[in-house]
């Protein structure tokens, strides 16, 4: 497609229960970045790929936070035992190696943990 | 932690206006600058950005200032629409490829017609 995609749009999960998000980045994006907006509030970075480097996870809040990034495209976040301060919107971004700095976003993926 | 924030967590106009969103950054090595816009249930758009080697940069109906002095970043926005109503966001990014953006919380513009 043209842009970000993610899926699934919304998730509604039980405390306690894994999930996993996927992202497909815009083709031939080199970067891919996770970020986590909880409601109300701006964006706040988890993890950042590139290419075939080691990510940057500085920004993961727990070890229950994971995420892959498979053939240097599609990427999956997971998250482990599910906690209620988990509930956010997750949002992928991608960059080109051309224009780095800017990131693209897809449109989220509305977790909720009851 | 340095950050980036806005001066207005909201902003209302009427239809026709020009709007101006303020924005207020506090890393002084920070040489890039994003405009984003978010629709309700949708990821940011891309608006505008800018380089900390340029004051002002135009687009479509928008124009991003910055003053590097006192380090302040704004959106203007000509002739604002309905369609505008969203809330906007200043990023900001140390020149480093791959460096994540830090955001600020948002300002929630309203147009009435």
């Known amino acids: 497609g043209a842009g970000v995609s993610q899926s699934p749009s919304n998730k509604v999960t039980e405390k306690g229960k894994d999930v996993e998000l996927r992202c497909d980045p815009i083709s031939g994006h080199t970067a891919l970045y996770w970020y986590r907006q909880s409601l109300g509030q701006g964006l706040e970075f988890l993890i950042y790929f590139q290419g075939n480097s080691a990510p940057d996870k500085s920004g993961l809040p727990s070890d229950r936070f994971s995420a892959e990034r498979t053939g240097g495209s599609v990427s999956t976040l997971t998250i482990q035992r599910t906690q209620q301060e988990d509930s956010a919107v997750y949002l992928c971004a991608s960059s080109s190696m051309a224009a780095a700095d800017t990131q693209y976003f897809g449109p989220g993926t509305r977790l909720t943990v009851l | 932690g340095e950050s980036v924030g806005l001066h207005l967590p909201t902003l209302s106009v009427q239809e026709g206006d020009n709007s101006i969103i303020n924005c207020a950054y506090s890393?002084?090595?920070?040489?890039?600058f994003i405009w984003y816009k978010q629709e309700s249930g949708k990821g940011p758009q891309f608006i505008i950005d800018i380089r900390s080697n340029m004051d002002k940069r135009q687009g479509q109906r928008v124009t991003v200032l910055l003053n590097k002095t006192v380090k302040h970043l704004s959106l203007q926005i000509a002739a604002t629409q309905p369609g505008d109503s969203a809330v906007y966001f200043c990023?900001?990014?140390?020149?480093?490829?791959?460096?994540?953006?830090?955001f600020g919380k948002g300002t929630t513009l309203s147009v009435s017609s």
């Open positions: 990023a900001e990014n140390v020149n480093q490829a791959g460096t994540a953006l830090i």
């Open positions: 890393n002084s090595a920070s040489d890039y």
